[in-house]
């Protein structure tokens, strides 16, 4: 079992920048591979971005892509989502998700066990 919280979320202009951080705890952070998804006011949750076990590898949705970064430290239970040059688009909760495996479908709710509350995220134009 694990136990996600998120935070950094908050109000920013078009053009700023957030960092989120979801710290976890309960089972060794390293086993787990991460995710982030949102979901925008009347819309589905959306896939955002991932990092496997190791780190070594990252995802992106095609919206996000060169703007949003996802890292992951292992010694401090962390995963964090640094999101720059944020657009009005990108207002959502986000959500922070971890599953015991890599996965191909790593964009797929489906394969995580574990979600985060969420984090409000609001880009003023």
């Known amino acids: 079992q694990v136990q996600l919280v998120e935070s950094g979320g908050g109000l920013v202009q078009a053009g700023g920048s957030l960092r989120l951080s979801c710290a976890a705890s309960g089972r060794t952070f390293r086993r787990y591979a991460m995710g982030w998804f949102r979901q925008a006011p009347g819309k589905e949750r959306e896939f955002v971005s991932a990092?496997?076990?190791?780190?070594?590898?990252?995802y992106y949705a095609d919206s996000v892509k060169g703007r949003f970064t996802i890292s992951k430290d292992n010694a401090k239970n962390t995963v964090y989502l640094q999101m720059n040059s944020l657009k009005p688009e990108d207002t959502a909760v986000y959500y922070c998700?971890?599953?015991?495996?890599?996965?191909?479908?790593?964009?797929?709710?489906?394969?995580?066990?574990?979600w985060g509350q969420g984090t409000q995220v609001t880009v003023s134009s």
């Open positions: 990092i496997t076990l190791s780190g070594s590898s990252t």
């Open positions: 998700a971890a599953r015991t495996y890599d996965s191909a479908t790593y964009y797929y709710e489906g394969v995580y066990a574990y």
